[in-house]
C-alpha cells in the first residue's frame, strides 16, 4: 500500500466519456483521485454531487478530479450523466488502483462482512507524489476540506 510522500505508480483505468485513464499522463498537474463504494447510492451520490459543484473550483487551482469505484464503465456512465458530473468516472472493476491504494476493507453490511472500497480521497502534486490522504472519509464537508487543501498548494 502506498503512502503520503511516495510517487503514484503508473496505472491505467477505463474512464467515461470513452477514454482511457493513464496516471503518468497528469504530471504536471495537481490530480485528486476520490473512492466511493457505488454509483448511484446515497452518500456517493452526494459525495459525487459536492465534486461537481466545486469543481469549476477545483479547475481554477489546476486539479483535476476524478471518482474511482468496482462499478463498470455502463454503470458510470448512467450515474455520470443523470447528475451531470463535469470529471471522469474510473471503472476499477480488477481493483488495481483500489489495491495499489489500499482502499478495499472489511465492511459490515446488514450483518455480513463484506469486502468493499472505503471512502477515500489522495492529492497528488504536480510531480506525481501523493501528499495528501483521507482514508474512512465521512461526506458531510469533506469536498470543502479538499479544496481548502488544494488552495495551500
Not at 33 to 39: E, G, Q, V
Not at 90 to 114: F, H, P, R, S
Amino acid at each position: 500500500m502506498l503512502t503520503l510522500n511516495h510517487p503514484l505508480p503508473n496505472f491505467r483505468l477505463p474512464a467515461t466519456s470513452g477514454k482511457v485513464f493513464e496516471s503518468s499522463g497528469y504530471l504536471g498537474k495537481t490530480l485528486i483521485l476520490y473512492f466511493y463504494p457505488k454509483d448511484s447510492t446515497p452518500g456517493c451520490t452526494t459525495q459525487g454531487v459536492q465534486f461537481r459543484d466545486y469543481y469549476n473550483q477545483f479547475q481554477e487551482h489546476q486539479a483535476e478530479v476524478f471518482g474511482i469505484s468496482r462499478d463498470n464503465i455502463k454503470s458510470h456512465e448512467q450515474f455520470k450523466e443523470k447528475f451531470g458530473f463535469p470529471f471522469e468516472l474510473l471503472a476499477d472493476t480488477e481493483e488495481e488502483a483500489c489495491t495499489l491504494l489500499g482502499v478495499i476493507k472489511m465492511k459490515n453490511m446488514y450483518g455480513k462482512q463484506v469486502r468493499g472500497i472505503e471512502r477515500s480521497t489522495f492529492v497528488i502534486d504536480k510531480h506525481g507524489q501523493i501528499v495528501k490522504e483521507w482514508r474512512g472519509v465521512k461526506v458531510e464537508g469533506h469536498v470543502e476540506e479538499v479544496l481548502n487543501f488544494i488552495k495551500t498548494l
